[in-house]
């Protein structure tokens, strides 16, 4: 255990981010530390729109900053996770995968996914044989309508072909092509203009010793098969007409996972790495499917990230209670798990001593109220699942749409009543 | 023979059970018989679903199979001998979320266990579900979300279909990922389920009200 003497020598940054490591390492810390997932909460909260968000810069990032001042977390939610693109370069490109604040849903509403077939089932060997140019000159194109000029360019494994294969450059010629090639670089510069704003943001935040949540962010492999190119219903299809094609393409996915993920979160500085998790929840397969299509590449993931010393921060979004015996597997005090519905006391049973916890607070309840109730639940949440440390106090969701005022009070109950 | 048909839809077997009714059709078997043993397999799909033996992909499965046999059968379907439902239901997700995969697999519980879906989309307006309810009558209304900025959208089309006196002769349901006890009561509904089996519950237990 930590002692006390130890917390009080350090400035409060130190201590945040103490708190956190204690808790990973399922030690206890000198109070439960807090996660909030603020999302799209700053911009609501200080008077700007979502769009807004997406479209200024200097809002957006104020918003957060302001947020981070008042309500000072151990862990913010960083504001390029719920603006991850510009809202400029969105439409650049003419981004067809995302709807966006004011551009498909409303201005005050949150971004959202558009889930569609993006790639067919005849396209997996394609996919196999080589996922880069798959992405590239098919994949990019669908998701992204500006880039059509790409669907027109040769194989680039065509460039293997060194001198005796230097016409191949003409290829690149086409007015399609170019045209697409000239959005894509305009879209370059402007993203590049928004990640190096972030970059400083966060270490202006950490100078004043404020930790982002996380660095990178990292899908499970069967997720980039679910979400990113058949869609649900094709993938599902799939796990019946052809299941030997997604474990393949999972073999594929996996190691460039690994290492695009690790690359990410040194250049981030942050160790902590983000895993939503979409398919692999009770209900959205059988175990025995989990045992075959998720749950193998997810391990291996999660595995791979502890052998860099990064800490995988997997969100088990819906509920994992038929699950728990598989997270068992994964080596101790090296994961930060953030539920949604799950069963957190029992969570805490079979998991207390293999992961640290967090999440479960709703996001209803914050949204709803009454204070006395959360008061209530914040106790409880922090005598059962926070007995004997290796605890984050943290919402079952983002918290873009709750009640500032019982938001305060979560954060306020959470300092006091979570003193160790 | 007709067993087969059934054994096949539940266990999966999309060629066999598709080579089936063509073998059927072939015999020149009746369309009211084959669609007959067809809703015999989805309702025990739906039960294995219900317990748990079957989840969301064997559910989209099963569905993929039907809507294959429906499209080999259709020119010999007489649509009008339907059997008589349990009740209609009107369902959509709300205005600001445009998920629909909860609710698919809601439409289709209900569907297998007796009622009769409208499903009306999805970023769905309350102008637009006064319209529907309007238009169709329907014994309950069904709202679903994905995302919790769906709750005041769900209290205002609740609160406009009030408005437009439309409220009293139906049930409102909710659902979807965020939804408990607390929504339920802020938004105004009937009632809430935590899942699709849940939904089934909850529809029968709201058309007895009725």
Redesign the interface.
Same mark, same amino acid.
């Given at each position: 255990m930590s002692s006390k003497e130890e917390y009080e020598k350090l400035e409060e940054g130190d201590k945040r981010l103490k708190r956190i490591n204690d808790a990973i390492k399922l030690k206890k810390p000198d109070r439960v530390p807090i996660l909030l997932m603020n999302h799209f909460f700053p911009a609501k909260y200080y008077g700007i729109t979502n769009e807004d968000a997406f479209y200024d810069l200097d809002k957006w990032l104020n918003a957060n900053d302001r947020f981070i001042e008042e309500f000072k977390p151990d862990l913010y939610f960083p504001p390029n996770a719920p603006v991850f693109a510009p809202g400029k370069v969105n439409e650049m490109l003419d981004m067809q995968q995302v709807?966006w604040p004011g551009h498909g =849903? +409303?201005f005050n509403?949150?971004f959202?996914f =558009?889930?569609d077939e993006y790639m067919s089932q005849e396209e997996y060997d394609l996919f196999i044989d080589d996922p880069s140019d798959f992405v590239f000159r098919k994949y990019l194109p669908r998701i992204f309508n500006n880039l059509d000029g790409f669907k027109m360019l040769p194989p680039l494994k065509t460039f293997m072909l060194g001198y005796t294969g230097a016409s191949i450059i003409s290829a690149f010629a086409n007015p399609k092509v170019i045209e697409s090639f000239e959005k894509f670089l305009e879209a370059a510069k402007k993203s590049a203009e928004w990640n190096n704003a972030y970059n400083e943001f966060h270490k202006k935040q950490l100078e004043k010793g404020y930790h982002a949540f996380n660095g990178a962010t990292a899908l499970a492999p069967f997720d980039v098969i679910s979400d990113m190119l058949r869609g #649900?219903?094709g993938s #599902? !299809?799939d796990? @019946?007409?052809c299941p030997e094609k997604i474990i393949a393409a999972e073999d594929k996915i996996l190691p460039c996972m690994i290492k695009v993920t690790i690359q990410n979160a040194k250049m981030s500085n942050n160790p902590r790495v983000f895993i939503p998790l979409h398919r692999g929840a009770d $209900? @959205? #397969?059988?175990n025995e499917?989990f045992e075959k299509f998720y749950w193998p590449y997810l391990k291996k993931l999660i595995l791979a990230l502890i052998d860099e010393n990064l800490i995988p921060c997997p969100l088990f979004? $819906?509920k994992y209670d038929q699950r728990l015996e598989y997270l068992q597997e994964l080596p101790k005090g090296k994961v930060l798990g953030i539920f949604?519905?799950s069963d957190i006391f029992k969570v805490k049973e079979k998991l207390g001593d293999i992961m640290c916890i967090a999440g479960d607070m709703? +996001?209803? !309840?914050l949204?709803?109220g009454p204070k006395e109730k959360i008061e209530k639940y914040t106790k409880k949440l922090i005598n059962k699942v926070g007995k004997d440390g290796g605890f984050i106090m943290s919402s079952n969701? =983002?918290l873009?749409? =709750?009640e500032p005022e019982l938001l305060k009070k979560w954060v306020e109950y959470t300092k006091e009543y979570g003193k160790y | 023979m007709r067993n087969g048909l059934i054994d096949n839809i539940v266990n999966l077997e999309e060629e066999e059970a598709l080579n089936r009714v063509e073998e059927l059709l072939a015999e020149d078997k009746s369309v009211m018989d084959i669609m007959g043993d067809c809703r015999k397999a989805m309702k025990k799909v739906g039960d294995k679903f219900e317990r748990k033996e079957y989840f969301i992909p064997q559910l989209i499965m099963a569905a993929e199979i039907m809507n294959q046999i429906t499209e080999m059968t259709e020119e010999k379907f007489d649509k009008n001998q339907k059997g008589s439902k349990l009740g209609k239901i009107v369902i959509g997700t709300v205005e600001g979320d445009i998920h629909d995969i909860g609710k698919s697999v809601v439409d289709f519980n209900l569907d297998v266990n007796g009622f009769e879906v409208i499903d009306i989309g999805e970023d769905i307006s309350s102008d637009k579900f006064i319209q529907e309810i309007q238009k169709h009558n329907p014994d309950i209304v069904g709202l679903s979300c994905l995302l919790t900025v769906a709750f005041d959208s769900m209290k205002e089309i609740i609160d406009d279909v009030q408005k437009a006196n439309l409220r009293e002769g139906i049930k409102i349901i909710i659902g979807g990922a965020p939804i408990d006890d607390e929504i339920c009561e802020y938004v105004g509904a009937d009632g809430w389920a935590e899942d699709a089996v849940k939904a089934v519950d909850l529809a029968k237990n709201m058309i007895e009200g009725c």
């Amino acid at each position: 255990m930590s002692s006390k003497e130890e917390y009080e020598k350090l400035e409060e940054g130190d201590k945040r981010l103490k708190r956190i490591n204690d808790a990973i390492k399922l030690k206890k810390p000198d109070r439960v530390p807090i996660l909030l997932m603020n999302h799209f909460f700053p911009a609501k909260y200080y008077g700007i729109t979502n769009e807004d968000a997406f479209y200024d810069l200097d809002k957006w990032l104020n918003a957060n900053d302001r947020f981070i001042e008042e309500f000072k977390p151990d862990l913010y939610f960083p504001p390029n996770a719920p603006v991850f693109a510009p809202g400029k370069v969105n439409e650049m490109l003419d981004m067809q995968q995302v709807k966006w604040p004011g551009h498909g =849903v +409303a201005f005050n509403k949150s971004f959202q996914f =558009v889930e569609d077939e993006y790639m067919s089932q005849e396209e997996y060997d394609l996919f196999i044989d080589d996922p880069s140019d798959f992405v590239f000159r098919k994949y990019l194109p669908r998701i992204f309508n500006n880039l059509d000029g790409f669907k027109m360019l040769p194989p680039l494994k065509t460039f293997m072909l060194g001198y005796t294969g230097a016409s191949i450059i003409s290829a690149f010629a086409n007015p399609k092509v170019i045209e697409s090639f000239e959005k894509f670089l305009e879209a370059a510069k402007k993203s590049a203009e928004w990640n190096n704003a972030y970059n400083e943001f966060h270490k202006k935040q950490l100078e004043k010793g404020y930790h982002a949540f996380n660095g990178a962010t990292a899908l499970a492999p069967f997720d980039v098969i679910s979400d990113m190119l058949r869609g #649900m219903k094709g993938s #599902m !299809l799939d796990m @019946f007409r052809c299941p030997e094609k997604i474990i393949a393409a999972e073999d594929k996915i996996l190691p460039c996972m690994i290492k695009v993920t690790i690359q990410n979160a040194k250049m981030s500085n942050n160790p902590r790495v983000f895993i939503p998790l979409h398919r692999g929840a009770d $209900g @959205f #397969m059988s175990n025995e499917q989990f045992e075959k299509f998720y749950w193998p590449y997810l391990k291996k993931l999660i595995l791979a990230l502890i052998d860099e010393n990064l800490i995988p921060c997997p969100l088990f979004e $819906g509920k994992y209670d038929q699950r728990l015996e598989y997270l068992q597997e994964l080596p101790k005090g090296k994961v930060l798990g953030i539920f949604d519905k799950s069963d957190i006391f029992k969570v805490k049973e079979k998991l207390g001593d293999i992961m640290c916890i967090a999440g479960d607070m709703p +996001a209803s !309840l914050l949204k709803v109220g009454p204070k006395e109730k959360i008061e209530k639940y914040t106790k409880k949440l922090i005598n059962k699942v926070g007995k004997d440390g290796g605890f984050i106090m943290s919402s079952n969701t =983002v918290l873009d749409d =709750v009640e500032p005022e019982l938001l305060k009070k979560w954060v306020e109950y959470t300092k006091e009543y979570g003193k160790y | 023979m007709r067993n087969g048909l059934i054994d096949n839809i539940v266990n999966l077997e999309e060629e066999e059970a598709l080579n089936r009714v063509e073998e059927l059709l072939a015999e020149d078997k009746s369309v009211m018989d084959i669609m007959g043993d067809c809703r015999k397999a989805m309702k025990k799909v739906g039960d294995k679903f219900e317990r748990k033996e079957y989840f969301i992909p064997q559910l989209i499965m099963a569905a993929e199979i039907m809507n294959q046999i429906t499209e080999m059968t259709e020119e010999k379907f007489d649509k009008n001998q339907k059997g008589s439902k349990l009740g209609k239901i009107v369902i959509g997700t709300v205005e600001g979320d445009i998920h629909d995969i909860g609710k698919s697999v809601v439409d289709f519980n209900l569907d297998v266990n007796g009622f009769e879906v409208i499903d009306i989309g999805e970023d769905i307006s309350s102008d637009k579900f006064i319209q529907e309810i309007q238009k169709h009558n329907p014994d309950i209304v069904g709202l679903s979300c994905l995302l919790t900025v769906a709750f005041d959208s769900m209290k205002e089309i609740i609160d406009d279909v009030q408005k437009a006196n439309l409220r009293e002769g139906i049930k409102i349901i909710i659902g979807g990922a965020p939804i408990d006890d607390e929504i339920c009561e802020y938004v105004g509904a009937d009632g809430w389920a935590e899942d699709a089996v849940k939904a089934v519950d909850l529809a029968k237990n709201m058309i007895e009200g009725c």
